[in-house]
């Protein structure tokens, strides 16, 4: 009998002890928590006495700390990039708007002659149409963003598509005694897509190349198993970051001299995600070689 009463003295003590522990290591969770959010640290919480049913409970407090973090860093990414795509746009705005501003100014204030007015008045009109491409630009980027809109698909003659957003900067390219160099099958390439994007992504860059390049640019499609669109420009500096060029509002200091918002590649990045292809970029020495990848089906 006495054999007993020691084994269940033995079994309550033991289970005092378990229980004793058990509170302990549930009141020290909060009192951690709180401390891991006074500290804003990416410190995780971790159990004393190794409970199983208390660890499984850590272990999912834990993926929503690391959840909770990654998503603040997440948001301040985003916050930091909003400000400075606020501060790009007031640049990129304010830019063509003041100069125009100050054309209109000679104008009216000016004693000049008809002939010079007529240069003036133009010069006021390429700035107001610049000031019209980066609203277009910002607005068309914003639409993207929140569009939620099924995208029709339909089989392409993407070769005639290319010709016709090659065709549309032929003059631009000359007037710089420059070329765009197109090498591609004779043949038909068809592809099931969506011709409004495709022209997008093809003239953004394009344009893109014309802005940051002086040098002629090579166009390359190759027709496997998937479609490959390459466009190659020497580049006019090494300041370029490869691995940022397809961020929303990314600039040097090179390409804002001619003007760049900044969305181009974004733009169309957004678009060959939007058709199920791939869009990447590389440095080839001193080129700058981007290709879109498209599903030939």
């Given at each position: 009998?006495?054999?007993?009463?020691?084994?269940?003295?033995?079994?309550?003590?033991?289970?005092?002890?378990?229980?004793?522990?058990?509170?302990k290591e549930l009141n020290n969770i909060?009192?951690?928590?709180?401390?891991?959010?006074?500290?804003?640290?990416?410190?995780?919480?971790?159990?004393?006495?190794?409970?199983?049913?208390?660890?499984?409970?850590?272990?999912?407090?834990?993926?929503?700390?690391?959840?909770?973090?990654?998503?603040?860093?997440?948001?301040?990414?985003?916050?930091?990039?909003?400000?400075?795509?606020?501060?790009?746009?007031?640049?990129?705005?304010?830019?063509?708007?003041?100069?125009?501003?100050?054309?209109?100014?000679?104008?009216?204030?000016?004693?000049?002659?008809?002939?010079?007015?007529?240069n003036e008045l133009k010069i006021i009109?390429?700035?107001?149409?610049?000031?019209?491409?980066?609203?277009?630009?910002?607005?068309?980027?914003?639409?993207?963003?929140?569009?939620?809109?099924?995208?029709?698909?339909?089989?392409?003659?993407?070769?005639?598509?290319?010709?016709?957003?090659?065709?549309?900067?032929?003059?631009?390219?000359?007037?710089?005694?420059?070329?765009?160099?197109?090498?591609?099958?004779?043949?038909?390439?068809?592809?099931?897509?969506?011709?409004?994007?495709?022209?997008?992504?093809?003239?953004?860059?394009?344009?893109?190349?014309?802005?940051?390049?002086?040098?002629?640019?090579?166009?390359?499609?190759?027709?496997?198993?998937?479609?490959?669109?390459?466009?190659?420009?020497?580049?006019?500096?090494?300041?370029?970051?490869?691995?940022?060029?397809?961020?929303?509002?990314?600039?040097?200091?090179?390409?804002?001299?001619?003007?760049?918002?900044?969305?181009?590649?974004?733009?169309?990045?957004?678009?060959?995600?939007?058709?199920?292809?791939?869009?990447?970029?590389?440095?080839?020495?001193?080129?700058?070689?981007?290709?879109?990848?498209?599903?030939?089906n």
């Open positions: 009998m006495q054999f007993i009463i020691v084994i269940l003295l033995i079994v309550i003590i033991i289970l005092l002890t378990y229980l004793f522990l058990l509170k909060p009192q951690k928590l709180e401390y891991i959010k006074s500290i804003d640290s990416n410190t995780l919480i971790h159990s004393e006495y190794n409970f199983k049913d208390i660890n499984n409970v850590i272990l999912k407090i834990n993926d929503l700390i690391s959840e909770i973090k990654e998503i603040k860093i997440d948001y301040n990414r985003k916050n930091n990039a909003f400000l400075k795509m606020m501060t790009n746009i007031s640049h990129d705005l304010r830019t063509p708007l003041t100069s125009a501003l100050g054309y209109v100014d000679i104008v009216l204030k000016s004693d000049i002659d008809e002939e010079e007015k007529q009109y390429e700035r107001l149409k610049r000031l019209e491409e980066l609203i277009d630009s910002f607005f068309e980027f914003a639409k993207i963003e929140s569009s939620d809109k099924k995208l029709n698909f339909e089989k392409i003659n993407l070769k005639l598509v290319l010709e016709e957003c090659i065709a549309n900067y032929y003059e631009e390219y000359k007037k710089d005694d420059r070329k765009i160099l197109l090498n591609c099958s004779k043949d038909k390439i068809m592809v099931n897509s969506n011709k409004i994007l495709l022209t997008r992504i093809f003239d953004n860059l394009i344009a893109n190349a014309y802005k940051h390049s002086n040098s002629n640019l090579d166009i390359c499609v190759t027709a496997n198993d998937k479609i490959k669109i390459t466009f190659l420009n020497e580049l006019l500096g090494n300041k370029l970051d490869i691995e940022r060029i397809f961020e929303e509002f990314y600039t040097v200091d090179i390409s804002r001299t001619k003007e760049g918002t900044g969305l181009g590649l974004a733009i169309a990045k957004e678009f060959t995600e939007q058709l199920g292809g791939k869009i990447y970029a590389k440095k080839v020495c001193n080129k700058l070689e981007i290709t879109v990848v498209l599903c030939d």
